[in-house]
């Protein structure tokens, strides 16, 4: 059957609603997850050269900056979707024996808003010339180390939880 009458019939399908949302958490995970990890090689990558080289750039300072809020936006519509997930999705159920992996998702997920928050706030008080400003510029690489250390410690859940279900040890809500 020609792809575009394959295609034809998922639209309509789609429409017609007869194909359910199964899950729509992935679609934001890597988003957010690609974000956040390029904020802290940015940031890092500023200091590094900076220590190297005696000129800090602002431009990639910027660059963390711009990223980290791309990062904020993102992980906030993915918690939404992930809740979502979590109450109607077919992979992984609040409800379901690994529901508390999940709740320690959404307890990170919500630290990880204000790990990165903070970021923000102490680089919004000092959006050029970072380095002439040593306790702004530490709290920056600092939530910036915390933060990319949750993201992989928060993706590593989410995989076991979709592909190494086996693995993980039963959880369920505590209450
Ligand atoms: C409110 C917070 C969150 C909830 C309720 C949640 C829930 C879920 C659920 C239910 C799944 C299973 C697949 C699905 O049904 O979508 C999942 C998978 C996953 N989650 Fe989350 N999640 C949250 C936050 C996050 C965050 C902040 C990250 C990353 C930093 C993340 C990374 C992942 C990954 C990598 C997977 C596996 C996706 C795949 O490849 O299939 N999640 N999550």
């Not at 399908?13 to 957010?32: A, E, G, N, W």
């Not at 970072?130 to 928060?154: F, S």
Request: hydrophobic fraction near 55%.
């Amino acid at each position: 059957m020609a792809v575009d009458v394959r295609f034809a019939n998922v639209l309509t399908d789609t429409l017609d609603r007869r194909i359910s949302v199964r899950i729509l958490h992935p679609l934001f995970v890597h988003l957010h997850i690609a974000f956040l990890l390029m904020a802290f090689v940015a940031m890092y990558a500023w200091l590094f050269r900076g220590l190297a080289s005696s000129v800090f750039e602002d431009r990639i300072y910027q660059f963390a900056r711009a990223n980290t809020w791309a990062g904020v936006v993102t992980v906030a519509l993915s918690m939404l979707a992930g809740a979502r997930d979590g109450f109607a999705g077919t992979v992984a159920r609040f409800a379901g024996p690994i529901g508390g992996w999940l709740l320690v998702k959404v307890t990170l997920a919500f630290l990880l808003l204000v790990v990165y928050g903070t970021f923000l706030y102490w680089s919004g008080k000092k959006k050029r010339y970072l380095q002439e400003d040593r306790r702004a510029m530490l709290w920056c690489l600092g939530t910036q180390l915390v933060g990319i250390v949750m993201v992989a410690t928060i993706t590593v859940i989410g995989t076991m939880v979709v592909y190494y279900r086996d693995r993980l040890p039963q959880l369920p809500l505590p209450f």
